[in-house]
């Protein structure tokens, strides 16, 4: 069946190009791919390879000409091809040839069987369907199904590309929703390299969070890895080092202490920038900080923009305006006429709030909204009913891409979404007062606290069974009158499914 000296096609990896088959021994054969500079070694009963054979009528090259085939003749198991008056044995064709085109192979009678081709067409279409799910690429996520996280990252997930603002309280997740847009957008390709910009502190929390949780290995970037990367074999420079990765983290500190890193990074192509506790990024009409600054260049020319911080509006109007104009400067461009327009957001918001809920508006309301909507004719007929649900959608749609934020901001509160355990102060049920007071329950809680320390310090010294320590606690706790009992809990921990779900408003 081989014969060194042959032409191969690998129907595996027909990017290979033609192969010569170099050796034949018992039952494997090896193929040389010069092309690619791969030596394959196949069994000979089952190596997917297909000869490559042309018939009269197609185009052969090799060793500097080409011509139609007009006989092919065979001698010793080896085939001639002659044409034009010219002679080329199979094994001087040059390595590529239009060998892969379907109206090639067609005619060269190069053609897989039906049970293959219907195996082919059956994996394309169920691969299709997986990438056409919501959750392509959310699959194998190590996360809770919490419905308010679920929710932000499909809908920044499905803009083309994601600018977004992820500014839930503290404790509801922002990280997660975050790596699972990030997740997204790298399984759907339509992102593939992704810079995380972080403050020192919390490097190694977002790298084993994306770790543990999706699987993404990020590269931390310091001045050791620049200089490692940045120096080729013969210890001279080579390259950029922040393209030598794909996925990046980088903290503000290592890129102000290195002008010459920041323009490094500022050169490398990014497809999604994240940066987190970004109301750190402080900006004034007349000054910007270097972090701010560095942000700015890197969001006008990143596609994708994710800022993330729990306190949107620590820094003032102006400070938060300072962010979504990363976002949108051309949407943001002014800070006085976006402080005048925030004036008008909180009556918007009570009219949205109307209809929500489905109320009638009433007369001064409708004329707010007819002039927030003045020359659009189609909304101003909506206007005339807005009980009904789909003129209210169409409404608050409108309303939410022309006023306030738009959607570039997503706010989830722990009172809109529900289902967290209250948090009680320490100093509760110790008389009133903060620290414990002198005496009653304070005295008792601060008794008990204090034989849990000596006991957990007793067990450091000297090992004790567990149920002894146990013993230990709970006879301290009835002494004194305290029941023992857990912890109160602060709320959902990121990632973990709260108990109840209630989405909250954006």
């Known amino acids: 069946m081989f014969v060194p000296g042959q032409r191969w096609i690998s129907t595996a990896e027909p990017e290979l190009g033609l192969g010569t088959v170099l050796r034949v ?75 892969s085109q379907a109206d090639d ?17 059956e994996g394309l279409r169920r691969r299709a369907e997986a990438r056409r799910s919501p959750a392509w690429g959310l699959g194998a996520a190590r996360v809770g199904l919490v419905p308010h996280q679920l929710r932000v990252a499909g809908i920044a997930s499905a803009r083309r590309p994601p600018r977004v603002l992820l500014a839930d309280e503290v404790g509801l997740g922002k990280t997660i929703e975050a790596g699972m847009i990030v997740a997204r957008q790298l399984a759907t390709g339509r992102a593939s390299r992704v810079l995380l910009l972080l403050p020192d502190t919390l490097v190694y929390q977002w790298f084993v969070e994306l770790l543990r949780r999706f699987n993404l290995s990020f590269a931390i970037y310091d001045e050791e890895r620049c200089e490692a990367l940045s120096l080729s074999d013969e210890g001279e420079a080579s390259g950029n080092p922040f393209e030598d990765e794909q996925l990046v983290i980088a903290d503000f500190a290592f890129l102000e202490a290195n002008p010459k890193r920041a323009q490094q990074l500022l050169d490398a192509p990014w497809d999604l920038l994240v940066v987190d506790e970004a109301h750190h990024l402080a900006w004034t009409p007349e000054a910007a900080s270097p972090r701010y600054t560095l942000a700015e260049r890197l969001a006008a020319k990143t596609p994708g923009v994710i800022l993330l911080t729990a306190t949107p509006e620590q820094l003032g109007r102006s400070g938060h305006f300072a962010r979504l104009r990363l976002l949108g400067p051309q949407r943001y461009h002014d800070l006085d006429a976006y402080l005048a327009e925030a004036e008008r957001f909180q009556p918007l918001s009570q009219v949205a709030d109307k209809l929500l809920d489905g109320e009638a508006l009433s007369d001064a309301e409708l004329a707010m909204l007819r002039n927030a909507f003045a020359g659009d004719a189609a909304l101003e007929a909506r206007l005339a009913d807005t009980t009904r649900p789909e003129h209210a959608r169409e409404i608050l749609a409108a309303l939410i891409d022309r006023h306030g934020t738009g ?17 009680v102060p320490p100093w509760e049920g110790a008389g009133g007062a903060r620290g414990g007071g002198g005496g009653g329950e304070g005295a008792r809680s601060r008794h008990v606290d204090h034989e849990a320390k000596r006991c957990f310090g007793r067990c450091l010294r000297k090992p004790r069974p567990l149920t002894s320590i146990l013993s230990s606690l709970l006879k301290a706790a ?29």
Not at 407 to 423: L, V
């Open 407 to 423: 959607r570039a901001m997503f706010r989830n509160r722990r009172a809109g979404i529900g289902g967290f355990s209250p948090t």
């Open 105 to 121: 192979r067609l005619i060269g009678g190069r053609t897989d069987s039906v049970a293959q081709f219907e195996l082919r067409v």
């Open 25 to 99: 021994e018992g039952r494997g054969v090896q193929v040389l791919f010069a092309k690619a500079g791969v030596l394959r070694p196949y069994a000979v009963d089952s190596a997917p390879l297909v000869r490559a054979e042309f018939r009269a009528g197609q185009r052969v090259a090799g060793k500097g000409i080409a011509f139609l085939v007009e006989q092919v003749e065979i001698r010793e198991d080896l085939l001639i091809y002659r044409g034009e008056g010219r002679e080329l044995h199979e094994g001087q064709l040059d390595d590529e040839q239009s060998v």
């Open 478 to 506: 009835a002494i004194h009158g305290r029941s023992p009992r857990a912890p109160e809990g602060r709320g959902s921990e990121r990632g973990r499914c709260a108990p109840a779900f209630i989405f909250g408003r954006q």
